[in-house]
């Protein structure tokens, strides 16, 4: 496995510390795609030295100003969460990401997203990923701190990698290009289609959702779309606008 | 596997703040018997402030002033090395602790030691140990936190008890009726009613179908979809369908 096709992505960390030390996790695993998401003030003097000998990692950090930028070119999307929550997502434990990885195909970028010290990551958040990994914490005592979850994750990550090195590499075969991955970007566009669609036919009520969109996007990520799937989609939503407009016309 | 059988040993850690992180990500993974050999001036603001909620591993901590103290009770002791040695040690990786542990028995006593942050283990502390756990880190760059390494080496142990532990429990939860997996049937109709649909919005031309209903299915197996989903999949289906009533009605 390709390392440079992980990403790890930090939402809101409020501790310079926590993210040089996250940054140091990573390095120690090959790990150097780094995002931060609206982070605190980082390039202090604590979190360069919580980082030791990582310093690129923090230079070189891709940071935004919301999720949905630093995950646009990755097409599948882990939120790691301490907790199960009540709407059941697809939950994996660490040492299962390598049948994920393998699921998302050999050319897709994939993101891993670590939510705030406190509060995790927020439900509209979660809903942007297609999975939950969960560390195996106690029950009472679930929190890890940030950089010790980086830890674990990134170590999972490279045992991958040094499994993968062990077997005599082979070409990979060609995905053709419509069996891609689709990425992020294209996804969240046809969740606007569809929503959009559903709110003129009357479907979807915007006052009174009833949680219709995420379950929409549960399953469209528990099935992992590839391109021309979402063509598919979006060419039958756009059949079906045509067909209201129609009707607006003719009312 | 008894928890309370592992003990981690900490040897002359020089941070106050390591020794507390190392806490916390201990308790997190259900361990709590903490022994420090010669550490720093450790009960401090901060490593109470990186324990977070664990300040009671702290508190019960055995300090001693040699390895040999700290380990007198134990019958398996495992070191911890960042790196290969001249000197060829019995080594495991984390993963494998699993065989190391039931070679021991069911009654031993295990010590797993961490050297200091800069220079780890001497060898007269390397030759009290009957095997060296290495963390695969990459090379170059291949010296992990302390806290870091105690977080993934008690999360193998967490494993081993999870695994252990795996047999029933309890009843597992009852699935709520609409997260049951749809019928074979259920499905059926859904694709019927989808494909009906589709033709009368124009989208899919019976003389030419295109491989679009297969495509379609091949998505919905993929996610593998629940009566819920089926049923929100058939209102949406409704609600064009009558959609396309009205256009022939005003047509």
Known sequence: MDNKKIRFVLVETSSGGNIGAAAR??????????????????????????ASGAAELLDDALVCDSLEVAIADCSLVIGTSARLRTLSWPQIEPHEFEQSFSAAGADAKIAVVFGRERSGLTNSEL????????????????????AAAVQVLAYEVRRISLRAGAQPVSAPEKTPPGELPAVHEELEHM?????????????????????????????????????????????????????????????
């Not at 942007?128 to 679930?142: K, T």
């Not at 590839?226 to 039958?236: A, C, D, F, H, P």
């Open 25 to 50: 996790a990573m390095k120690t695993m090959g790990l150097s795609d780094l995002a931060l998401v609206n982070p605190c003030e980082f390039r202090t003097y604590e979190c360069y030295s919580r």
């Open 127 to 146: 809903a942007l990923c297609s999975q939950l990994v969960v560390i195996p914490s106690v029950e009472g005592f679930s929190s890890l701190n940030i």
């Open 191 to 251: 969740y606007k289609h569809l929503e959009s669609t559903m709110v003129n036919t009357g479907y979807l009520d915007p006052d009174n959702p009833r949680m219709m969109m995420p379950r929409f996007r549960r399953l469209f990520n528990r099935a992992g779309m590839n391109r021309s799937e979402v063509q598919l989609i979006r060419g039958l939503l756009a059949s079906l606008q045509k067909a209201a407009n129609r009707i607006k016309a003719g009312s």
